[in-house]
């Protein structure tokens, strides 16, 4: 035989590793988006709360842009995994098995 085996049960669990991780940042996520909305309007009314409010709309879109990249990344990673495991799974049946 010439090329390489894959073990592709291994593919599966780790997609599922990241699968899981999305889930928890997703949940990250919402909690603190609430925790923003919630505590928004209590940064004090004093010169550093007022500079903070000020800046506060830069920082929550800096954050969340991040995250929705984190988010976004975790799910390319284990939709690739999964793709890999069925690409080997495929090519390891028999031509007449295909599809």
């Not at 990250?28 to 940064?43: E, G, P, Q, S, Y």
Request: aromatic share 8%; charged share 35%; proline share 3%.
């Amino acid at each position: 035989m010439s090329g390489f085996y894959v073990e592709r049960q291994p593919l599966h669990l780790q997609a599922r590793v990241y699968d899981e991780l999305e889930r928890n940042a997703r949940e990250a996520k919402a909690d603190l988006r609430a925790a923003f909305d919630r505590d928004r309007n209590t940064l004090g009314n004093d010169e550093y709360g007022a500079e903070l409010a000020k800046n506060m709309p830069d920082i929550e879109r800096g954050i969340f842009d991040a995250l929705k990249t984190h988010i976004e990344e975790l799910e390319r990673v284990a939709s690739g995994l999964n793709v890999s495991a069925r690409n080997y799974e495929r090519a390891d049946r028999p031509s007449d098995k295909r599809n």
